[in-house]
């Protein structure tokens, strides 16, 4: 047998599919069935319909509506997703599709508004029609409280084309967040109402959350981490020497809230119905940046080199350089092993950044490690190289830098052979006798590349 094989190319691609929807816009309408029953201190139960008619409203994709609870607070069923242009029911379907399909209860309107929370679901009945056979849907119960939900509980349904209704009720107790997704890209469902019977404190949820975007250069103290709405909150922006603080910012999802101040530092506003983040705007420099290609092996002894470096300030699109201001500490060219390299820059007002990254210094003496991939020549997938290998075969793992490296290529099973070998270089190495082959050892490490064929 001839078993020198021609040279194939391996290519490795990564492949993602996008698909556009082209669907019409979705119409819905509700109708608010709330209790109006109240009592100070005590628990108010309710119940909301949103249902589908024939009215159409809104445009694209993105639709709201708002409604209340039985104590008042305003919520909103958001939904984003395609509309049967016949009967206006909710149509979702493709969750691969561009944008998250679903419909949500929501404490703001839009996408970006925060999710409604409950203080406890009772139950929740959807009623589907005109689905496509084997649709399928989740209901989110528990999530984060941004727009998009990401569940710690999701209870999967399928259905038919025919209409259904499934009611929910131990399965979603206590839940504080509802969103409903499809769960398969092939399939759309169609939904023709829905209802959340809930029990909730009066004014709605009793807290909403208050996070804070720090960035380099500040840092944010608020006086809660939750609030109720309609409660005074107070922050205060601790900015480190060499920065300027230019403006403050609190936002309920995309939209704007009312900031006071400053007065002697502080800050306020009042907390909305829905959860909140602070962040700040700052002049000064925000991080720094290495040059591309800087050294990260070195050999016992060598020179350390130390990147170019860019420092970059806030607002900025262009770094300037500032290698030599920069400083590089944490290394030892006498000791061999990892080790962390932090580079440091401060500008002339004063402010400080800095950036880690990791180098390895060789004893040559102990030689440089090689490393083994195993590969189909034929298909370009990978193996699991033990699996090919006769038993006791052992491939060297250290090779001493300018001598040669020696691959016994003929200790793969009966059956296989090795066509040809390649490093992480991509240089080929012709093995027509199929038993050795050889490669002069640079000063780093390699892996090898075992290209094998069945014969």
Partial sequence: MNAKKSKKVLLLASLSTLAVSTAAVMAISFSNESSKVRGLGEVVNG???????????????????????????????????????????????????????????KSAAGKDGAMFQFQSITSVTI?????????????????????????????????????????????VAGARYLAIKPTSASYYFGIKS?????????????????????????????????????????????????????????????????????SAGVYSFVMPAGDVEISANLSGLHHIAFGYGYKTQYSLGDTFEKPVVYAYYYGSESGETVTDSAVATGYDMNTAGEQTV???????????????????????????????????????????????LLEGCVLPEKCVGGETLTLVTSNVKAGYVVGWVQTTEYADFDTSDMVTWTYTMPEYDITVMLLIFAE
């Fill in 194 to 262: 829905i209802t959340v019977t809930y029990s909730c404190e009066p004014g709605g949820a009793s807290e909403y959350n208050i996070s804070k975007s720090e960035d380099v250069g500040y840092a944010i103290s608020a006086s809660k981490s939750s609030a109720a709405a309609g409660e005074n909150v107070s922050f205060s922006v601790d900015v480190a020497t060499g920065y300027t603080l230019n403006s403050v910012s609190v936002k309920q999802g995309s939209d704007d809230v009312l900031v006071f101040g400053p």
């Fill in 127 to 171: 009623v589907s029609c005109n689905s496509q056979a084997d649709a399928s849907y989740a209901i989110y119960t528990d999530s984060t409280a941004s727009g998009s939900p990401v569940a710690s509980q999701t209870l999967e349904y399928r259905m038919s084309s025919a209409e259904e209704t499934h009611t929910f009720t131990s399965e």
């Fill in 47 to 105: 119940s909301i319909t949103w249902s589908t008619s024939s009215t159409k409203s809104g445009s694209g994709r993105e639709l709201s509506w708002k409604s209340s609870t039985a104590s008042g607070t305003e919520m909103y069923l958001y939904s984003y997703g395609q509309y049967n242009p016949f009967n206006y029911e909710i149509f979702d379907s493709k969750k691969n599709d561009a944008g998250d399909y679903g419909v949500y209860v």
């Fill in 342 to 388: 932090a580079v440091s820059y401060t500008d002339l007002a004063g402010a400080t950044v800095s950036k880690q990254y990791t180098i390895k210094v060789i004893d040559p003496s102990a030689g440089y490690s090689v490393s083994y991939e195993a590969w189909n020549g034929s298909t370009a997938e990978p193996l699991v190289l033990s699996e090919y």
